[in-house]
């Protein structure tokens, strides 16, 4: 009897303490989403996951899974508290024990456009291909089963007549698998991708483990399979693939047009025109990034992103932007030894900004780790150094290194100029 009264204690106790942490993280929670609410970030940026109350048990396994900790539990059911930060991976969708989430685009207030496609992947434009994250689907695994199904129904189109089978716009996921198989196929392909590496949006994601749930099958690989797996390995994983297979991609360069001519197309880019019977777009939905328009942005040491802040060790790196992206960058820099930062924004106040951010940027510059230059505009890039307009007059600050986080122009004008229909998406899959 004594014995079995230890037994009931010891699990009053785990049971009392396993209640004291789950509502002290529901405080957090809550608090959390407030935070958002009043900093205006409460809106998704594209896919993101909704849940349906009536099923959800409060498990909180979808707020562990999500790398982003933009999902947490409040009032005993899920809620997205942090919806600024969500990518839409669906690691949440995977780890809910009871199904209680859906993937969804567009709330009910702002609707987002999503291309209306086929089941060959196919836009009402003949020839026009869209696979991946601009056609709707975020999850790795599906955007690379995309890509490699949309590549059966172009080979059926490639005749010869024109240079090239088919232009793959983007090297994601979804452009990755379609270059295999298009390698597979033996079709004539060329790929194109803006930035300077591989990846796709995944290259965005944060350093933290990311699902894929599902084998993945993959033209001239086979089937791969991967429970959880870090950014960097899956990186690594298709740069190795890359590498044994000779898939050709021709970074650093961007599509400014695409015309039709006859029955192909020929796609303009920052480089030259190229003829080709069938385009697949396989590009995300974070678009061109936005650029200056100032003498000296061509130069190498202009960037649209910060990737690894150690580099920058020991520089002096101008920030350009007012958001949560621009304030982080300033902040991860100004951590690094011997570093003088700038962030430049052409505001007089950050707005739509998390209140850590600006807190911890704050901190930073009364500490003279940094300095912040509202008010402000950079007016050329130079060599050595970039000058920047305030409000006293020009200013010529040296500089090594500059970082440009003034958001992305969706691809969205460009493609309906060519005729692709899109429909607009409030909270719906």
């Not at 060329?190 to 994601?205: K, P, W």
């Not at 505009?377 to 500059?402: C, F, M, T, W, Y």
């Not at 970082?403 to 969706?410: Q, W």
């Amino acid at each position: 009897m004594n014995l079995l009264l230890v037994y009931v204690a010891a699990l009053l106790l785990v049971l009392a303490l396993y209640l004291r942490r789950h509502r002290r993280l529901q405080r957090l929670h809550a608090q959390h989403l407030k935070e958002s609410v009043e900093a205006g970030l409460a809106e998704p940026p594209s896919l993101h996951p909704v849940v349906n109350p009536s099923r959800c048990i409060g498990s909180g396994s979808c707020a562990r899974a999500c790398p982003e900790e933009a999902l947490g539990v409040v009032g005993g059911k899920a809620v997205l508290k942090n919806a600024s930060a969500c990518i839409g991976h669906g690691a949440c969708l995977s780890a809910c024990p009871v199904e209680a989430i859906s993937l969804v685009f567009g709330t009910e207030s702002r609707g987002i456009d999503i291309p209306n496609i086929s089941p060959e992947f196919e836009t009402n434009v003949p020839g026009i291909y869209i696979a991946g994250e601009l056609g709707g689907m975020g999850l790795v695994r599906k955007a690379a089963e995309q890509g490699r199904q949309a590549m059966e129904a172009i080979r059926q189109r490639a005749d010869g007549s024109e240079d090239l089978d088919v232009l793959i716009v983007g090297c994601g996921p979804a452009g990755l698998s379609a270059g295999l198989a298009a390698i597979q196929h033996r079709l004539r392909y060329r790929i194109v991708e803006q930035e300077d590496s591989l990846g796709g949006a995944v290259y965005h994601y944060p350093r933290n483990k990311i699902t894929m749930t599902a084998p993945v099958q993959l033209a001239l690989v086979g089937k791969v399979k991967f429970g959880e797996v870090s950014k960097e390995k899956l990186l690594e994983f298709w740069t190795g693939i890359v590498k044994t297979t000779g898939l050709q991609v021709s970074y650093r360069e961007r599509m400014t047009g695409i015309e039709r001519r006859g029955g192909g197309f020929v796609v303009q880019t920052d480089r030259g025109s190229f003829a080709t019977r069938s385009v697949l777009l396989a590009m995300g939905r974070r678009g061109t990034p936005r650029k200056l328009d100032v003498p000296g942005e061509e130069s190498s040491k202009v960037v649209y992103r910060l990737v690894d802040p150690e580099q920058y060790r020991g520089m002096k790196v101008l920030v350009v932007g007012g958001g949560d992206s621009a304030l982080e960058a300033a902040i991860a820099l100004a951590e690094q030894p011997d570093a003088t930062v700038t962030l430049s924004y052409r505001s007089a106040a950050f707005a739509r900004v998390k209140a850590k951010n600006r807190a911890r940027l704050e901190a930073l510059r009364q500490a003279g780790a940094l300095e912040v230059l509202l008010g402000s505009k950079v007016k050329a890039i130079e060599p050595h150094s970039a000058q920047i307009d305030l409000e006293g007059g020009r200013r010529s600050l040296p500089n090594d290194a500059v970082i440009v986080c003034a958001g992305g122009e969706l691809p969205t004008p460009l493609l309906q100029k060519i005729g692709i229909e899109f429909e607009t998406k409030f909270g719906a899959r």
